[in-house]
Antibody, heavy 118, light 112 residues
Framework: EVQLVESGGGLVQPGRSLKLSCAAS????????MAWVRQAPKKGLEWVAT????????YYPDSVKGRFTISRDNAKSSLYLQMNSLKSEDTATYYC???????????WGQGVMVTVSS | DVVMTQTPVSLSLAIGQPASISCKSS???????????LNWILQRPGQSPKRLIY???KLYSEVPDRFSGSGSETEFTLKISRVEAEDLGVYYC?????????FGAGTKLELK
């Protein structure tokens, strides 16, 4: 069974950093592109980042480019999101997601909440 | 960025009634591969999103066949032939053809 379990969320002050983790199981992690998608409270969904199987290619929207970094450790079947210079508008539930068969997402994690507030 | 416009914003239907949700994109979603990466997902209350349909009309294996997807280029439709109680929630279309990937604002399906 495919499982994606996020961790690392919490309350953080504006301008500070936070690193999210996603532990994957039930599939060969290194074979799949992975992504982070977020959802602000009572709002819609926003794609945040995608990473290739080896980690050599990454993609971001302008809203987080230069502040967020997606990475992975295939040996640990883990996905990460390093978030720097956090802003109040980054407050959201962050979902780990698996891309398959192409850019589609076939599995989503349960989400982890990040609150950026002083 | 590609703008995804969903209508209606909400639907209130009785069990057994059909449902139809429209999704329009500001650019063609036909990719250079010849595939159209238009997806539909459902987010039930208090849950994470769940997959429904990919590449316009392909149902994931666990999705009931009362769901169907259609469309091309910039106009797409999700249909439910007969709504059931488990179908309530917010439906989102989203595109994976262009970066950044973008989502519609969602259509909330409520039961009457």
């Amino acid at each position: 069974e495919v499982q994606l379990v996020e961790s690392g969320g919490g309350l953080v002050q504006p301008g500070r950093s936070l690193k999210l983790s996603c532990a994957a199981s039930g599939f060969t992690f290194s074979n799949y592109y992975m992504a982070w998608v977020r959802q602000a409270p009572k709002k819609g969904l926003e794609w945040v980042a995608t990473i290739s199987t080896s980690g050599s290619r990454t993609y971001y929207p302008d809203s987080v480019k230069g502040r967020f970094t997606i990475s992975r450790d295939n040996a640990k079947s883990s996905l990460y999101l390093q978030m720097n210079s956090l802003k109040s508008e980054d407050t959201a539930t962050y979902y780990c997601a698996r891309h398959h068969p192409g850019p589609e997402v076939d599995y989503w994690g349960q989400g982890v909440m990040v609150t950026v507030s002083s | 960025d590609v703008v995804m416009t969903q209508t209606p914003v909400s639907l209130s239907l009785a069990i057994g009634q059909p449902a139809s949700i429209s999704c329009k994109s500001s650019q063609s979603l036909l990719g250079t591969s010849g595939k159209t990466f238009l997806n539909w997902i459902l987010q039930r209350p208090g849950q994470s999103p769940k997959r429904l349909i990919y590449q316009v009309s392909k149902l994931y294996s666990e999705v009931p066949d009362r769901f169907s997807g259609s469309g091309s280029e910039t106009e797409f439709t999700l249909k439910i032939s007969r709504v059931e109680a488990e179908d309530l929630g917010v439906y989102y279309c989203w595109q994976g053809t262009h970066f950044p990937h973008t989502f519609g604002a969602g259509t909330k399906l409520e039961l009457k």
